[in-house]
């Protein structure tokens, strides 16, 4: 990086000048936001791909800001030192298609128009074993899909010519595999592109390969000063993963924005909170690995504790740029789902600022982050964003590095959400629970 300490001393400057929570600033220290979003945005991590050694790096960084700070480690688990005890490691199984074969009333299909979505190391259908589904001409064909991975199960499904864009769009997605946090559901999707209007007979023959790769959520926790209350967990999270680098390697995602801003804050929010030492709830901070090729770190990591006692979870996304309601400003995803925003609000009322309402609905947020996977248990759990992101330039480009944040407005922002959520901290409030019943469950083949 480039100038950096020039830089960062305009940077301090401006921090210093415009903070909105003088007494908050003092525990926040800017130098220490910048020292952290540097380092996790530097093109040294090669942009933080899952599977990479760059990101072991990440987690190993995150892992010792823990210890400095003094959190603790979920469970008493054995680890090399204390830092690698922070980190919360498991697999997940990626399958990837070799062999399909088809034939439909005895023509055989050629490649060109078959693919599969399949979490089975092989299929063998002949006549039977699979439900079979047309989609013509004027059927939705994203829908039609999408209702089949819900139910799960196997499917033949033949699809109109009409379609040929959208479905090449889906070979191109399955051809390179799909990962999956658990195998325990088998099923296939097998897609056919034809104009054949009635299927008299079917032959289906597929095989994969399924392997195994590592990955690792970084989590610590700062315990109830006393334990009148703390079973009850509030979580503070954000993914330290992203897309490493370009197809020819020649240029990387930093990820500064997403999500190096998030993981930033839930580090200097645990010390923070660490050095107030007075939170009357259980604080636990999870940077979560694998957000972006399907949240499987916020999955593994569900698992790994009762929902039901996670009173809260702050999930951290995007805070780098000022929003469109103005720099340090900050508004939350499926702020409907819950009364958490009204209850933050009633904090920054005092501060003359507010959360605002996601302004991009249509974008379908409360689904893009690892919040969703909380959700679908009842957790009141939300991300927390700055992004503008129906015009931001940078989303998932080489170009999100950390010369194209506002590093004022998102210290500002981690400020803001310090002093919101003191009240869940105090245990002075408890949020409602999400309706999981109205949360859309996720497909269970790709
Ligand atoms: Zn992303």
Do not use: C
């Amino acid at each position: 990086m480039k100038n950096i300490s020039f830089k960062l001393k305009s940077l301090l400057t401006a921090i210093a000048m415009t903070s909105a929570f003088p007494n908050v600033a003092e525990i926040i220290p800017a130098e220490q936001v910048i020292k952290d979003i540097t380092y996790l945005a530097a093109d040294d991590l090669e942009g933080r791909a899952s599977f990479s050694p760059e990101i072991d790096r990440a987690a190993n960084y995150i892992a010792k800001r823990f210890t400095d700070i003094g959190l603790q480690p979920l469970s008493s688990a054995k680890a090399d030192n204390q830092s690698s005890s922070f980190l919360q490691k498991f697999t997940v199984s990626q399958i990837q298609p070799q062999v399909l074969s088809v034939t439909i009333n005895n023509a055989n299909i050629s490649q060109g128009n078959l693919a599969i979505a399949s979490t089975m190391e092989s299929v063998n259908w002949q006549q039977a074993g699979a439900e079979v589904h047309v989609i013509n001409k004027n059927d939705d064909m994203r829908d039609t899909l999408s209702a089949l991975n819900q139910k799960g199960g196997q499917h033949l499904v033949i699809i109109n010519n009409a379609h040929a864009k959208s479905f090449h769009a889906y070979q191109n997605y399955f051809n390179r595999g799909i990962t999956k946090l658990s195998l325990e559901h088998r099923g296939a999707i097998v897609m056919v592109l034809s104009d054949v209007g009635e299927i008299n007979t079917y032959n289906v023959k597929a095989s994969a390969t399924i392997t195994e790769q590592a990955l690792t959520n970084v989590v610590g926790i700062l315990p109830a000063a006393n334990t009148e209350h703390g079973k009850e967990i509030i979580l503070y999270s954000a993914h330290y993963d992203h897309l490493g680098v370009t197809e020819d390697g020649k240029q990387i995602y930093n990820g500064a924005d997403d999500d190096a801003s998030g993981t930033t804050a839930i580090i200097n929010l645990a010390q923070y909170y660490a050095k107030q030492g007075n939170n009357k709830r259980s604080l636990m901070f999870s940077a979560f690995t694998a957000e972006e090729i399907g949240g499987f770190g916020s999955k593994y990591f569900s698992q790994q504790l009762n929902p039901d006692n996670v009173v809260a979870m702050i999930n951290i996304e995007m805070i780098g740029k000022p929003s469109k309601f103005g720099a340090g400003t900050v508004w939350m995803t499926g702020m409907e789902r819950s009364n958490l925003g009204a209850l933050l609000n009633e904090k920054l009322s005092a501060q003359n600022t507010e959360i605002y309402q996601d302004p991009y609905p249509e974008q379908g947020l409360f689904y893009r982050s690892d919040n969703a996977t909380l959700a679908r248990l009842g957790v009141p759990a939300h991300s927390f964003s700055s992004t503008q992101l129906d015009k931001d330039q940078h989303y998932h480009q080489t170009s999100d590095d950390i010369n194209s944040l506002d590093l004022s407005s998102m210290h500002k922002v981690i400020e803001s959400l310090a002093v919101a959520t003191q009240s869940l901290v105090d245990s002075t409030v408890t949020p409602t629970r999400i309706d999981k019943a109205k949360v859309r469950a996720q497909g269970k083949i790709y």
